[in-house]
């Protein structure tokens, strides 16, 4: 095994290192920006957990993996804030705002190839099935913002097609990090498909935690502007689960409290905070909250059937621990 020390060190190292061609930095500074802001490094952490398991040091390959995880991430946040018309993005403008549509439609691209090139350095005896799980994960996400898109002009999703959607947007990309650091450690499909499902769960906790977030965290912590789902009227779990159990009368005022106009800064935190009435009134909050700790439960199971020591089932649960229970 791998210290987890040790996976904080090299995962410190695989972006103090990255870089990107320097021309046209039009081009280029958007990507050395979405790097430098930093985050959880959720995916890469994940990977490199995962390898850290069953192997004693890390190669370039998997961590040049864990690399392009974190960059088709960025990626996937350059050209979601722009959907969303998002300011900030971990307590920094977005791309979008710092330039523009354009550059971030543009350097949003090329930072989706980037990701390949790196997947590219992986050992040619794993790169087939390293390949091919990504690539059908990246296409997954992109299915996933579709779905996000389409739930905004309807008044109602069912919670059924809300989890389909998450699964797609948030957790395949969490699940595709974990298989891709077994498959790296040399491990057989099988086990490499019950990481894949622990990966799948957790990331649907931490999408249902995202969500909470947006409604219930604080700015200073989240690292962007508390709100920007009920503004945008985005499906969260939270939206789903309030339609979900609210009789008429409360829907209609849930209803209304959408509606409201946000043209002016005041506007937006009267419907935020509408919104937010309505939630507070059905106990949303604490319904979210159990259904991160089911999810998280559930997916802490689905490594039962593999043959883990105690110390290895203890560093994937400090894992887990620290994706559901974050602040930010």
Known sequence: ??????????????????????????????????????????????????????????TEGVLS?????????SFTLIHDDMMDKADIRRGKPTVCRK????????????????????LSKVPASVLPQVLSLFSKTAAQVCEGQQYDMEFERMERVPMEDYIRMIGLKTAVLIACSAKMGALLAGRDENEADAFYRFGYDLGLAFQIADDW???????????????????????????????ETADEKTRQSLLEAMSLPTGTEEQKQAKIAAVKAVYDRLGISGLACAEMARYHARALGQTDGLKLSGLQREMLSRYAAQLTGRKK
Request: with cysteine; hydrophobic share 45%; charged share 25%.
């Open 99 to 118: 330039w523009d549509d354009n550059t971030a439609i543009l350097s949003g691209d090329v930072m989706s190839i980037d990701s390949y090139h790196r």
């Open 1 to 58: 095994m791998i210290a987890a020390s040790q996976i904080e060190e090299s995962l410190r190292e695989v972006f103090a290192r990255m870089t990107f061609a320097d021309h046209p930095a039009g081009l280029y500074d958007p990507l050395r920006y979405m790097i430098a802001l930093g985050g959880k490094r959720v995916r890469p952490r994940l990977c490199l957990t995962v390898y850290a398991l069953f192997e004693d040091r890390f």
């Open 213 to 243: 977030l947006d409604t219930y965290g604080d700015v200073h912590v989240f690292g962007k502007a508390v709100g920007g789902d009920i503004l945008n009227n985005k499906k969260t779990w939270l939206l789903t689960k309030a339609m």
């Open 65 to 73: 993996a864990a690399g392009a995880l974190e960059v088709f991430h």
